[in-house]
Nanobody, 123 residues
């Protein structure tokens, strides 16, 4: 079973930057959809960004132009570069993985999750 471990969260002022990392226990990113989710207290979980096994990416409208998802060269680390952070970006951030579905692609439920890393943006 693949295990995911996030790191890189912290507290920053609005306008600042953070880079989140997600390390996988096994080589898996070449065939898995990798997604960053976030959840703020009292709010529903939100899909922030997805990277498909072929490298194509999707972003939530709320983070377009500010966040960048990428994979490390060794294909075992996932990153989320977050720039121009806003107080509304404050949340627990999780990375998640699932095999790419032949029809639904990277849509649907994810069955592999990290423990999360907290991001707090002060105004």
């Amino acid at each position: 079973q693949v295990q995911l471990v996030e790191s890189g969260g912290g507290s920053v002022q609005a306008g600042g930057s953070l880079r989140l990392s997600c390390a996988a226990s096994t080589y898996t990113y070449s065939s898995y959809c990798m997604t960053w989710f976030r959840q703020a207290p009292g709010k529903e979980r939100e899909r922030v960004s997805v990277i498909d096994p072929d490298g194509s990416t999707v972003y939530a409208d709320s983070v377009k132009g500010r966040f960048t998802i990428s994979k490390g060269n060794a294909q075992r680390t996932l990153y989320l570069q977050m720039n121009s952070l806003k107080p509304e970006d404050t949340a627990m951030y999780y990375c998640a993985a699932r095999p790419r579905h032949w029809y639904y692609g990277c849509q649907g439920e994810y069955n592999i999750w990290g423990q999360g890393t907290q991001v707090t943006v002060a105004s």
